[in-house]
């Protein structure tokens, strides 16, 4: 599907952003949400996490940038057919990326159904 606009897919991610419980939203420590159009090394990746999930942080952990997590908006409508699709997997994108920051893996999140 063509991708939608900017300020309609990053409203999206807020929506996505609110289905995550308060708990674990509590918990997301030093950490962004961008929304971009695609990953210029990996055009078709969906979305990325960058940064030192709270597993991987130690005592020495502290005055760093904040960990980013991306949103590739055309890579999402590229394999989207319906807007309902589009919403859809920027819910499982968002919760797949923000469950790296707690130091879950890609294994891992595909046992749980967040391929």
Do not use: S
Request: glycine share 6%; with cysteine.
């Amino acid at each position: 599907m063509k991708a939608l606009p900017q300020p309609v897919f990053e409203a999206l991610v807020a929506d996505a952003l609110d289905q995550v419980p308060p708990e674990l939203m509590a918990l997301l420590d030093n950490v962004v949400v961008l929304v971009e159009d695609r990953n210029p090394e990996d055009p078709e990746l969906l979305g990325l996490y960058e940064g030192f999930a709270l597993t991987e942080r130690g005592w020495d952990y502290g005055g760093a940038l904040p960990d980013r997590i991306m949103i590739y908006r055309e890579a999402i409508c590229d394999i989207c057919e319906t807007e309902e699709e589009v919403v859809e997997e920027v819910t499982i994108t968002v919760v797949h990326e923000i469950a790296h920051h707690f130091g879950i893996e890609e294994d891992r999140l595909h046992e749980l159904g967040w391929g």
